[in-house]
């Protein structure tokens, strides 16, 4: 196929700061990629390409003009993705995989299911970004109010001890049968005092906890996963594994009770696909998030997690964030994201 890729960057503006054990995110760099062909007049293919600052193992300074190669080569090609050469660079090979989809489909539903249909919603968590006591209070009450039944709590920024006392709060009135509770700590603790603090969160009958240490120490990883009396997913940890023995080495090895899987991160569809497949191989369980992309990036992750099959509750619900975002027909109501082209 003769076809032609502009880039365009764009940097959105989150409607409040979004607080992480690594930071507090003020704005957002993306670079939208905008697919066209002489040979199909008036027909666009728009992917989202969105490496997370100091974590995308494609976060690198000369970024833009990497993707711009990577697109010339993709013009060269026919409009033929080269994957292999495109491993180390996933926020860049789900740009252009969703693209061409949206181009080859010619639709914003990019795959036929009863989400796109508009007939069943995804079912999601109500993230609580960091924040003071008092902040992460009212959000958590905000998201059971609108419906909510599975909260995920980010922590690892204010004191332990009051994040403790909140998820106490929240177990007294809401017992797990009622609200299923996650945390991530975004690797912030450390390999002295992960397992105690695991034991402490276990007792509130937590689903899962993200990311406890800092990734990269798989032995340490490996050791918790064995002996914590509360799930484990890995998220950071896979950052960078691009390969599938890498992707099988880093598994067999840590052997966690899950894995959370985000295409900009963790190798695109393909990349992703290739998770799964190792992921129940060995018997981990598995959910789909966003990693804070713009609407166009998440309509097509939950296009896509729409296709799977799962039935647990994804981390799709970012997309409200900013104040700058691009209008497309994806609303939440109640616990769910629907897709909604009326």
């Not at 906890?209 to 490996?222: C, F, L, R, S």
Request: proline share 6%; with cysteine.
């Amino acid at each position: 196929m003769n076809c032609k890729i502009d880039i365009e960057p764009r940097l959105l503006h989150f409607k409040q700061p979004a607080g992480t054990s690594r930071g507090v995110y003020l704005t957002r760099k993306i670079w939208y990629l905008h697919l066209s062909s002489p040979d199909y007049p008036g027909r666009e293919g728009v992917g989202e390409c969105a490496p997370l600052p100091q974590l995308s193992c494609d976060d690198l300074p000369d970024y833009e003009k990497i993707l711009r190669n990577v697109c010339d080569d993709f013009e060269q090609r026919g409009g033929v993705i080269n994957y292999n050469a495109l491993r180390d660079y996933p926020s860049m090979l789900f740009g252009l995989e969703t693209a061409l989809r949206h181009f080859e489909r010619g639709d914003i539903a990019l795959w036929d299911t009863p989400f796109s249909q508009g007939r069943e919603g995804i079912r999601i968590n109500g993230l609580i970004w960091m924040g003071s006591y008092e902040e992460m209070y009212d959000r958590i009450a905000e998201k059971i109010e609108s419906g909510f039944r599975c909260i995920k709590l980010k922590i690892g920024a204010i004191d332990f001890e009051k994040e403790l006392s909140l998820l106490r709060f929240i177990r007294s009135r809401f017992p797990k049968e009622k609200i299923e509770l996650r945390v991530d700590a975004n690797g912030a603790f450390s390999p002295d005092d992960a397992l105690p603090k695991l034991q402490r969160l276990a007792e509130l009958e937590l689903h899962s906890i993200e990311q406890p240490v800092k990734a990269g120490q798989w032995d340490v990883m490996a050791r918790l996963t064995a002996s914590t009396p509360l799930p484990i997913a890995l998220d950071e940890e896979l950052i960078g594994c691009n390969t599938p023995e890498d992707k099988h080495r880093l598994l067999e090895h840590i052997r966690p009770q899950y894995i959370i899987l985000k295409p900009s991160l963790h190798g695109g569809i393909k990349g992703s696909q290739e998770w799964i497949a190792e992921a129940e191989k060995a018997g981990i369980g598995w959910w789909i998030t966003s990693a804070l992309e713009s609407n166009i990036g998440l309509n097509a992750i939950a296009q896509w997690c729409a296709t799977l099959g799962n039935t647990m509750p994804q981390g799709l619900g970012t997309g409200a964030l900013f104040t700058d975002n691009v209008a497309l027909p994806l609303k939440i109501s109640g616990d769910c994201l629907w897709f909604d082209k009326q």
